[in-house]
């Protein structure tokens, strides 16, 4: 942690993608799954899609403009 607050005070933020994946490999690294995978729950949304771009304002969470 210390290390990585180092790093972006001395490169002024821009090595912040650097921290970054630094911090998602300690996590990775560390992260422990258990139990077994259903892949039957796993299922595509069988709802109708929005033909005139609805879809990436739902995206982005836009509500009423």
Do not use: H, K
């Amino acid at each position: 942690m210390l290390l990585n607050i180092l790093t972006l005070a001395i490169t002024l933020g821009f090595g912040q993608p650097y921290t970054q994946l630094r911090v998602f490999r300690f996590i990775c690294d560390r992260l422990l799954i258990t139990g077994e995978l259903d892949p039957a729950w796993i299922e595509q949304s069988v709802a109708q899609v929005p033909s005139m771009g609805e879809g990436l304002a739902d995206a982005f969470d836009i509500g009423e403009v």
